[in-house]
């Protein structure tokens, strides 16, 4: 998708949140905390043109499989039309719904969740919704991975995550442009 094409779904659309993907350094740096040289089952939120999704595809086991959760419809069409890989299963839905989702697909527990759907952009039931379930829906040790745009308050996820998970951390990234927060929440 075209720089102009994203940033018109941006207008028409505050929760795609970022005038641009996160760079290959930045999709990179999240996707090092995960061990893709096995078989197992990631979640993503909010995968907008794919960035992540394709580098997951590309470094991930034959066996294992991605759960992509987007709630902009034109990015889904986007997703479906670029992203073939029998691996690879869409949803044109909300994060907060992800229990429904991953049991679609026989899925109880997941190894990984990655998200870079804005935390800040919401009301906080919604933020505490999406915490809970996504610790509920990962194994024991499993990992959520989300990432924010740098200036990102701890009201808006850290919180929450020390909340739900027994590990949580953080760092800034600023190599990406807009620099990030990222976080690693552990179960
Ligand atoms: C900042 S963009 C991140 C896009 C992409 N992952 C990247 O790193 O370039 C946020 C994405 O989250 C999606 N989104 C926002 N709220 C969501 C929700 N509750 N559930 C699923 N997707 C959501 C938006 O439509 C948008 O595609």
Redesign the pocket.
């Known amino acids: 998708m075209s720089t102009k094409e994203y940033v018109k779904n941006l207008i028409k659309?505050r929760?795609?949140?970022?005038i641009t993907?996160?760079s290959k350094i930045g999709v990179r740096e999240i996707c090092e905390k995960m061990d893709l040289s096995k078989k197992v089952v990631i979640v993503e939120?909010?995968?907008?043109?794919g960035?992540?999704t394709n580098y997951l595809l590309e470094h991930m086991t034959p066996d294992s499989m991605i759960i992509a959760?987007?709630?902009?419809e034109n990015?889904v069409d986007y997703l479906k039309e670029n992203t073939r890989d029998p691996r690879l299963k869409i949803h044109h839905d909300?994060?907060?719904n992800v229990h429904e989702i991953t049991r679609q697909h026989g899925v109880e527990k997941a190894d990984y969740v990655i998200s870079?759907?804005?935390f800040s952009l919401m009301n906080e039931e919604t933020r505490e919704n999406i915490v809970k379930r996504t610790s509920h829906v990962l194994k024991p040790g499993g990992k959520f991975l989300p990432y924010q745009t740098f200036f990102q308050k701890d009201e808006h996820l850290m919180v929450y995550l020390q909340d739900y998970f027994s590990i949580a951390q953080d760092k800034f990234f600023l190599r990406n442009l807009p620099p990030m927060r990222v976080y690693e929440a552990t179960k």
């Open positions: 659309d929760n795609i949140a970022s993907p996160t939120y909010g995968p907008a043109t960035v992540f959760i987007e709630l902009n990015f909300s994060a907060e870079g759907i804005p």
